[in-house]
């Protein structure tokens, strides 16, 4: 097996070829489930730190082409609509996550990177890890604490959470989130969850319900102890049409 | 005097040396009046095409320095708060403008550009062409069909107008668009120059009082020909936490 410095400076040749100097991609991935947010992360062979799914852009590539390339090749994920967040240009923000090489490494040179992020039903995905990464998996935000995220990293998911929550206001936001058919209650803990708050269970119904993009389905949640509740779906004429005009509060 | 293409290729020498390759950062800084949205922009000696004030980024700075230095370099313009809003990574997106030159000018490679938006009270700000223009002045989004603008310029100030009319959802607007002291009405009009709608009166008025960001003054705007409406002000502390807190739907 190669060592995983070997790896960096094999990738290093090749990438002084086809890359673009100075500039990344970052890609931030969201699932739900549990009544919990959860980000698609990489644990890389060197130095067992955790990453963001991220990567280079190709000379000849357009910048949306490369981070969905760049998310296939790293986590073999496909079939994601990505949305830049934030762009992160500090000074020394990566460089010393390779002190062990000398300056003639691609890796080692300044990086301005880019920030995308997605949502994601966490069921239909199936992450693959790529060469220079152990193992490829959701983390809970609420294990951030306890994992060792490399470089700027947990700054990045910060600003794509915090994007996410202004976004809420804005657009309508499940339909990659929640299975295809989920109740009212489940709905709501999304938006709590997002918005770090509890919502009054009342307005927030009577909210969502105005906004036009639900359908009541003809069947019941059947199991729990109380009266089984009603399933909905997105309608999804409506839905995108929310997407396009936004919900504004004037 | 130089011309306009000895200009280009005295930059490009120096720019080697100081500047990252690949990487750019354009300014959108929209003002208000006469009821209408403005944007500022550099006529170029070179071609006498307009242009968004816009630059390099130097190897040893931060992009948020750097942004704020170009805008200072090339339209003399300080004390702008500016916000990032997109970034626009097509091949061949700057590369034509360059067409008179051969491939060794810095300027004519590959760049990415980073967007940035500031709103500005158009009465306090003078701006001060750079040398590589003739003039750099306010210029109407409703003269922006009458102009030539270069590379992909237009896009980036219909981005910008678009994330600025997302956020008007979210954050209070108008602190740096407004004179000190204007009447609801005035207010109203920049709310819908930036929806690109007309609201109504009483709903706008009952929605942006509840806010708690307006201070009514003991004056009243004299000199039309109806009763002389009540003046008011930004009140600083609310309108501050209004911008951190931002204004939820939920």
Chains 1, 2 share one sequence.
């Not at 010393?96 to 966490?122: H, N």
């Not at 693959?128 to 990045?156: G, K, N």
């Not at 919502?199 to 993009?213: A, D, S, V, W």
Request: glycine residues 6%; neutral net charge; proline residues 3%.
């Amino acid at each position: 097996m190669i060592d995983s410095k070997q790896q960096f400076l094999n990738q290093s040749k090749e990438a002084k070829e086809f890359f673009l100097p100075h500039l990344s991609a970052d890609t931030v991935v969201f699932g739900f489930d549990q009544n919990e947010l959860k980000v698609l992360l990489l644990k890389m062979n060197y130095r067992k730190q955790w990453l963001l799914p991220g990567g280079y852009i190709a000379k000849d590539e357009d910048l949306d082409e490369a981070v969905v390339r760049i998310l296939k090749d790293r986590a073999g994920v496909t079939g994601v609509y990505l949305e830049e967040f934030g762009v992160f240009g500090k000074k020394n923000r990566s460089e010393f996550y390779f002190e062990d090489f000398d300056e003639t490494l691609f890796q080692k040179q300044r990086f301005i990177t880019i920030g995308f992020y997605a949502l994601y039903s966490a069921s239909e995905l199936h992450p693959i890890p790529d060469q220079f990464s152990e193992t490829c998996e959701w983390v809970y935000l609420s294990q951030l604490p306890e994992i060792e995220l490399a470089m700027d990293h947990r700054e990045i998911i910060d600003k794509a959470l915090l994007t996410l929550r202004e976004r809420i206001s804005i657009k309508p936001i499940g339909y990659n989130l929640l299975p295809e058919k989920f109740t009212l209650s489940e709905l709501q803990k999304l938006y709590e969850t997002i918005l770090g708050k509890e919502l009054n269970r009342g307005n927030f119904y009577r909210k969502i319900k105005n906004l036009g993009i639900l359908k009541r389905l003809d069947e019941q949640r059947r199991g729990g102890a109380h009266k089984a509740p009603d399933l909905y779906s997105f309608d999804k004429e409506n839905y995108k049409k929310a997407l396009q005009n936004g919900l504004s509060n004037w």
